[in-house]
T-cell receptor
């Protein structure tokens, strides 16, 4: 089945220690998104890629970076995690940026704990 | 700017009773409206969407939603609730003018009691 996969599902890191979360998709979608979700709140968009074009949200902290080496994979790097970065991180995909008609397809999420 | 509001943090219903989860929206232009469900420690799952056409939209798991332009609402409904419907529900909106700006509501926790 075509899907969005996130690894690991649970990640524990230490305060200030860089961490990378990964997302892969078999849907061959052009657009990939990263969201941060805290305590059952609404997901907050961090950034998205349309193919290799990176689009950062204005209020996303510089501490958060992303890489998309190919269509299938996208990584979220947190350079110096703080306690406030503990959250669920959701990856999502969508067929193309003109596809406002399309829903987004979400992965299961990675729950990040910062100690 | 576009936004959605889910006025109820929590909705409780008895199994077998009808359920409604409310959503209102504010956009410039025509809205594209979505409902997602999230189970504990899982990602969001798409339920249904309104793009154009019939105001009553049917989706997964027996859910439906009615688009009401005059009331700027898109309430989620199900005729007979199941205990397994207990989850967190998110309404979302996007417009043709900003394709990648999908705005989510704050979420409504639905609890269906046996």
């Amino acid at each position: 089945d075509a899907m969005v996969i996130q690894n690991p599902r649970y990640q524990v890191t230490q305060f200030g220690k860089p961490v990378t979360l990964s997302c892969s998709q078999t849907l061959n979608h052009n657009v990939m998104y990263w969201y941060q979700q805290k305590s059952s709140q609404a997901p907050k968009l961090l950034f998205h890629y349309y193919d290799k074009d990176f689009n950062n949200e204005a209020d996303t902290p510089d501490n958060f970076q992303s890489r998309r080496p190919n269509t299938s994979f996208c990584f979220l790097d947190i350079r110096s995690p703080g306690l406030g970065d503990a959250a669920m991180y959701l990856c999502a995909t969508s067929p193309d940026p003109q596809g406002q008609l399309y829903e987004q397809y979400f992965g299961p999420g990675t729950r990040l704990t910062v100690t | 700017a576009q936004s959605v509001a889910q006025p109820e943090d929590q909705v409780n219903v008895a199994e077998g009773n009808p359920l409604t989860v409310k959503c209102t929206y504010s956009v410039s232009g025509n809205p594209y409206l979505f409902w997602y469900v999230q189970y504990p420690n899982r990602g969001l799952q798409f339920l249904l969407k309104y793009i154009t056409g019939d105001n009553l939209v049917k989706g997964s798991y027996g859910f439906e939603a009615e688009f009401n332009k005059s009331q700027t609402s898109f309430h989620l409904k199900k005729p007979s609730a199941l205990v397994s419907d207990s989850a967190l529900y998110f309404c979302a909106v996007r417009t043709r003018y900003n394709n990648n700006d999908m705005r989510f509501g704050a979420g409504t926790r639905l609890t269906v009691k046996p």
